[in-house]
């Protein structure tokens, strides 16, 4: 008798910030449930507003070829940008919104490195979200620097969105 041995595909979680690869960790059980539960919220918003699509990690996100390629948690692209988005699995160009689930040893790359990463390449709309503090902050770009749209740390734990128009969320519903 022979066995047939299931092996799961390889993912590569390699990201390149600026010009530095850097192999991130799978993501511990509450950053990914924090990532399905905020791809749910939004998802079945996005099935009421059809205004575009909704993607979640690892999908590389290349902004310029060998300098910044990243892998966001979720990813959001508005359907007349959806010409960035190559069913090969990644995404050449600049999405709508980023969102990034904030973890103990991401918290610089995220607040700091793909902060500015996002912001030089004009992402419109970059969420950090901090499992700990049980709080998203939501920002948007105001003359090519972003500024806090909204923290639910100031609005009693709602989350509005600037790009997802009439997008309102208890944060209760991510933590």
Avoid at 55 to 78: R, S, T
Avoid at 96 to 118: A, F, M, N, Q
Wanted: net charge negative.
């Amino acid at each position: 008798m022979t066995t047939t041995q299931l092996s799961k595909p390889d993912l590569d979680l390699t990201q390149i910030i600026n010009g530095e690869e850097i192999m991130a960790p799978s993501p511990f059980g509450i950053h990914q449930r924090i990532s399905h539960n905020l791809d749910i919220e939004i998802s079945l918003f996005l099935r009421r507003k059809p205004i575009g699509s909704l993607f979640a990690a690892p999908l590389d996100v290349i902004f310029e070829e060998g300098i910044n390629q990243v892998q966001p948690d979720l990813i959001f692209i508005k359907k007349e940008n959806m010409g960035i988005f190559h069913e090969h699995g990644w995404i050449r160009g600049v999405p709508d919104l980023l969102i990034e689930v904030v973890s103990k040893g991401t918290i610089t790359r995220d607040t700091e490195e793909k902060y500015e990463i996002y912001q030089k390449y004009g992402v419109s709309e970059y969420w950090l979200v901090f499992p700990e503090q049980q709080c998203i902050e939501v920002y948007t770009l105001e003359n090519s620097i972003y500024t806090i749209y909204c923290s639910t740390e100031r609005t009693n734990g709602k989350v509005v969105s600037k790009i997802l128009t009439g997008f309102e969320l208890d944060s209760n519903l991510i933590f």
